[in-house]
């Protein structure tokens, strides 16, 4: 069973979704079942890749690592989310670019996620 916001990876075409709307069966691409990606809160290596939430005016700013994330060609974060009151909001971002969007919205708290091509998926504490 899968549970609303969920991110599942198809580790043979790479594929990447995020569950909209729950359901009781398995999630299955290219003949195999999806992976569920964990959302790791815990750095394990040097390159940083928790998410780390400001509160701007207008909304939040969140910026990949206490450090900023490399942004290479073979090495990036691909996507920002905040969930925030209701809402998923996401920027996607492209080697080259700084690892931060801000995102306008009125609530009050947010919860941030980013994706890395390389060491998956990350969320904020």
Do not use: D
Request: hydrophobic fraction near 40%; charge should be negative; include cysteine.
């Amino acid at each position: 069973m899968t549970a609303l916001g969920q991110v599942y990876k198809c580790n043979i075409c790479g594929n990447i979704v995020e569950v909209l709307h729950t359901g009781a069966g398995t999630l299955v691409c290219c003949g195999k079942p999806m992976v569920l990606l964990a959302e790791n809160t815990v750095e394990a290596s040097k390159e940083k890749h928790i998410p780390v939430i400001t509160r701007v005016e207008g909304g939040f700013k969140v910026t990949v690592g206490s450090v900023p994330h490399p942004m290479e060609e073979s090495h990036y974060i691909e996507w920002i989310e905040l969930l925030a009151g209701g809402q998923i909001l996401r920027q996607h971002l492209k080697p080259g670019e700084f690892p931060e969007a801000e995102f306008s919205t009125k609530a009050e708290t947010a919860l941030a996620r980013a994706y890395c091509n390389l060491h998956g998926h990350w969320r904020s504490e």
